[in-house]
């Protein structure tokens, strides 16, 4: 049976040419969800100016301060859950191989540090559902 071969026009295949229509179809709506993104951070960062210029109290400033500590905290805290995550999904895919079935020791050992990470992961999760109230709270106050 002969292999059938693609259809070629013009020196091009018409797979290339339903490909590169597909792209060009979809660039519009990254361009438009882009265009989206921007429009929001930019709404959102003069709603922030004009808060910083109306709050000229000392408290509201010493509240202001507090609040951007907690979001950094809170920034810094979803980073250690994404690492948390994927060291997790990484011990996981050990635990299901083979080669670390065929030594208990080894497979002893994964499987602790698989618990331990576990343990770890759901410490991380607490604090950041403690964090994200404390942060709620402040922007309430704040806004208030």
Known sequence: MAARKPEVENGKSKVEDNQKSEIRDQKPEIKEASTNLYAITKNKQQAANSNSQTTTSPINRELQKELQKQQRKLVNLEE?????????????????????????????????????????????????????????????????
């Open 80 to 144: 250690d859950i994404n690492k948390a995550v994927q060291e997790k999904l990484r011990l996981e895919e050990a635990l299901g191989l083979p080669v670390n079935y065929a030594d208990k020791n080894k497979f002893v050992a994964v499987e602790n540090d698989f618990k331990k990470s576990m343990q770890y992961l759901e410490s991380l999760n607490k604090q950041y559902e403690q964090l994200f109230e404390k942060v709620m709270e402040l922007e309430t106050q704040f806004a208030g």
